[in-house]
């Protein structure tokens, strides 16, 4: 039986993976998040799971506004790197698993979550960030990926209590899948941060660390979180955050957390990691 048997929690800040690319990793302004972040890598490099599951957002490089779906899951066999405007990172392909993923999809559809099906698409630093933040530089990646882009991008994005129960039947579709499989399932985006207008460059730890703290110990307390407390309290771009939910739900209703971190800024977010163990 394929069990999802741990979550990251993430910042996808485009920043980050520059930084890694251009070989800044060591300079007096990264170093501190890349220490952070040392621990996180070694603990997966010990994990070695087969899928990522990973949870993200397009920003507009695979889906322009013609069409936005709320959860598309990636159902390709490869999905390739995104430019977004300064060529391609160089990073791997993404490699897919189109017969797991077409199973998330019926189970997930039949639970009544209406997901779009994604055969193609590119992929952007929501997802790449995360990857390079965990899997250091590889030539290749050392497992399979499923994407999950979820809007926030155009209003009204899905709730956190919607993303939370997605979580759920997540794991309820992964444990239905007749092989042997160790699934980490990534939430990526935020933590407080806006990028625009005149609340730029607003972060707000208090918020933040409620929510790691949340994620940890009471996950329905998140999920009751209104849209409009991510915006006002924590920045318009806060709203990334209910991806988090996503990944807490499909952790069960135990989860452990092994491994915090929290750092501002990168460029201009706060960063935050998380990894739970789920217990269930
Ligand atoms: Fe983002």
Known sequence: MAKIIAGVGTSHTPAIGAAIDLGKTKEPYWAPLFKGYEPAKQWMAETKPDVVIMVYNDHVNAFDFKIIPTFGLGCG????????????????????????????????????????????????????????????????????????????????????HRCFMLGKAIRRAVETWNEDLKVVIFGTGGMSHQIQGPRAGLVNREFDTN??????????????????????????EAIELVMWLIMRGALGEKAREVYRFYHIPASSTAVGTIILESES
């Not at 995360?130 to 497992?143: D, H, T, V, Y």
């Not at 949340?214 to 307390?221: A, M």
Request: glycine letters at 8%; hydrophobic letters at 40%; one cysteine or more.
């Open 77 to 160: 066999d490869e999905f390739k790197i995104a430019d977004e405007g300064w060529g391609a990172r160089p990073v791997p392909s993404v490699q897919g698993y189109p017969e797991l993923a077409s199973h998330m999809i019926q189970s997930l559809v039949l639970d009544e979550f209406d997901m779009t099906i994604v055969n193609e698409m590119q992929v952007d630093h929501g997802l790449t960030t995360p990857m390079s933040l965990m899997f250091g530089q590889p030539k290749e990646w050392p497992c399979r990926v499923i994407p999950l882009a979820v809007n926030v991008i155009q209003y009204p994005a899905a709730t956190g």
């Open 211 to 236: 929510f790691l703290d949340g994620l940890s110990k009471d996950p329905d307390r998140l999920a009751k979180i209104p849209p409009l407390e991510y915006l006002r309290e924590a920045g318009a």
